[in-house]
């Protein structure tokens, strides 16, 4: 299991560790153990880059933050 304390570059080292060692040898890496190690990574980026532009950008009244979220959770904010 990947830790969402690790720093971005831990996390991207952590895995491509799984997704050779997967390749490598199929029954050592389970395929969700890469899958997992896969969505933290991507998640962290994301969680960088968002930081990073919310950190620069004005403050965001409550109506830009909420379409903002529904956008994370994966609904339409048009």
Avoid: C, F, W
């Avoid at 153990?33 to 403050?59: F, H, M, W």
């Amino acid at each position: 299991m990947v830790s969402a304390s690790l720093s971005l570059a831990q996390l991207r080292a952590e895995h491509a560790r799984a997704v050779m060692a997967h390749k490598r040898n199929p029954s050592g890496v389970t395929r969700e153990a890469a899958a997992q190690s896969r969505a933290a990574y991507t998640e962290a980026k994301l969680a960088d880059y968002i930081s990073r532009v919310v950190g620069n950008a004005p403050p965001l009244t409550a109506a830009q933050r909420d379409r903002l979220a529904l956008l994370l959770r994966g609904g339409d904010a048009a």
